[in-house]
């Protein structure tokens, strides 16, 4: 009964909104949400193994969300307008192009993300305020480039045809693209849990999200393995970026620095550490934002703080933190 | 009383006390101050008394940044809201209760204080509570809700155009006190040596802060937290205690800044731009210096008063070249190399450089 409980309260905090909007509504908004936390789950997921390994708190990694989006939108601009994989009524070319984003999104942000470790990171390693404020300025450079190469302004992100629009299942309307993004999200969490649980890389990094010292001790080099890490949740967040230019069509300087926020609420929600802690806290913040946007528009972004609030007087190291 | 009967802490303090005038740093700060008092007597331009009445109200917002970084060991970017919280009070409570009078600014202060305090306590007690590193995450959260609350509540804070308040007797723009020793008094030259009084005694209690025992307990708790622990403070009451403290004084002096500029908007007060130049300042002053502060103040206002100058003298040299002027119109990048730089280099800023450079003369004499 005692584990059954958290299940409960959480089914029916999940069907609340229910009772203030009809049915239709909620599954729209249902999809919306889901799409949105799997979004930010991307970002959160990087974000808090690169914490939880070596404990850095990473502020460039929205700056690194940002340039993924960009990066991605060339592609994808290119593409449509030599090509017009984009326009093209053809689902094979439209999923072409949003593969190819995607896949140069990552490999920019994995270079990018190295990079940053090497140069940035690596030489204020145990020394948290220097890191923060470290990041911080890489994150004003990277940020500025964006603005300097692309140009300050909005700027329109074309969408496969593919994507567009939506299905109409039994009366409901359902968009295309957050089920396409779900559906990326479920796929991105199965690789990275089944990498961490079935792997022996997987394996030399939850040890040293638990013990650092130890992994060393036993004669792996764990800079070595943090490099690898801060590469690939680079990389994620980079996918983050190229699925949310797409899912808002539209890319802009600051979109990495918002996401950033949401995704530090996520990482405080889920616990510092925890890849399946940032899920939950991902999916809570996306529902609840979603829910909360449509019936009191204004209290939207309230809501995601007052539920980390919340978490962290009952959890003060969030759902799933190790509490080290 | 003998010395011997002194305990190690008083004889340490005792030769402080007899060094204290010997070393050069007081007069300094005192040549600052007179510096300070006689620009709008020597020099009649206003852009230059603005730009020295911004460098004291942001020396002291530095200072008062640097208690909780420097000297206290917790990153914050919730430093600037809480400005912004003293900036709007202010302006709200001038601005929104019929003709202004000097109650409604008192009131404007103390609302602010009021507030920030209480914030700052309920931010400090979810978050430090866990870990200080939390407390970087949540103040940014905050920071963000708070500029987009500012934004949004248009009816209150006048949305993005922000509210542009006048002020009550002496400090009015229309006030003419006639003439002393020849120089006019206007409601400006009022207004500037008030927001000098101020930060001249917020710096003044800000260095008693830090310098008394519980500012001694903070500095424990920076350099090592387990240790302080161990001897049994509550590190995370004091770095409550610190947060909130600092959080005030940036409430007074954002009040200040409104008296000053007699506007504010999200952007100016609240933004993360106002953020970024605090930590800028603060890293290029130097970290747990407390007067650095005002180097970097100085530095970094004067280049940004300066900066539109040689924006324009960039675009006569490379007109028509598009990349150049894009590259003379992010100026920010800059400071953001320059940023990552005096973290690699100077870690210690100017003021903690230079002391390091004299401690080592001293010791190799």
Known sequence: ?324 | MSSDRLTPVQLARQAERRRRFRQPAPYLRLACLVLAALVPLVVPSFQVLDLAAKIAIFAALVASYDVVLGYTGIVSFGHAMFFGFGAYAVALSLGKFGAPTYAHLAAGFLAGVALSATIAVLIGAFSLRVKAIFFAMITLAFAEFALILAVQLTHITGGEDGLSPTLPGIFAVSYNGGRLGGIPVTGRLVTYYFILAICLVLFLVMARFIHSPLGRTLQAIRDNELRAEALGFRTFVFQIASSSFGSVVATVLGGCYVMWVRYANPESVLGIHVMLDLLLMVIIGGIGTLYGSIIGATFLLTAQTLLPHVRTLAASVFAGSMIMQRMTERWLLYFGILFILVVFFFPKGVIGTVRDALAKRQATR
Do not use: C
């Open chain 1, 1 to 324: 009964m005692r584990r059954a409980a958290p299940i409960l309260v959480a089914a029916a905090l999940f069907l609340l909104p229910l009772a203030f909007m009809d049915a239709r509504t909620y599954v729209t908004l249902t999809v919306a949400g889901l799409a949105m936390g799997m979004l930010i789950f991307l970002v959160a997921a990087g974000l808090t193994l690169i914490f939880g390994l070596m404990d850095v708190l990473n502020f460039a990694h929205g700056a690194v969300f940002s340039w993924g989006a960009y990066v991605g939108f060339s592609v994808a601009l290119l593409l449509n307008q030599r090509w017009g994989w984009a326009t093209a009524p053809s689902v094979p070319l439209n999923v072409l192009l949003l593969a190819a984003s995607i896949l140069a999104a990552m490999v920019v942000a994995v270079g990018l993300g190295i990079l940053l470790e090497r140069v940035i990171v690596r030489p204020v390693y145990g020394r948290h305020m220097f890191q923060i404020l470290i990041t911080l300025g890489a994150t004003i450079v990277i940020e500025e480039l964006i603005r300097m190469i692309w140009g300050p302004n909005d700027q329109v992100m074309p969408v496969p045809l593919t994507f567009q629009g939506s299905w109409d299942v039994a009366d409901v309307i359902v968009l295309r693209f957050p089920v396409v993004a779900i559906v990326l999200g479920v796929l991105v969490y199965l690789g990275i849990t089944l990498l961490l649980t079935r792997t022996r890389v997987g394996l030399i990094v939850r040890a040293g999200v638990e013990n650092g010292e130890m992994i060393q001790v036993l004669g792996h080099n764990i800079y070595r393995y943090f490099t690898r890490v801060f590469a690939a949740g680079s990389a994620l967040a980079a996918l983050g970026g190229v699925m949310w230019a797409m899912f808002s069509q539209s890319v802009r300087p600051t979109m990495g620095g918002e996401q950033l926020i949401f995704a530090f609420i996520v990482v405080i929600i889920g616990g510092l550490g925890s890849v399946t802690g940032s899920l939950l806290g991902a999916l809570i913040v996306g529902l609840s934002y979603n829910y909360v946007a449509f019936l009191v528009p204004k209290a939207a972004i309230g809501i995601n703080m007052a539920i980390m609030v919340l978490i962290l007087l009952l959890r003060p190291t969030g759902l799933f933190g190790a509490g080290k």
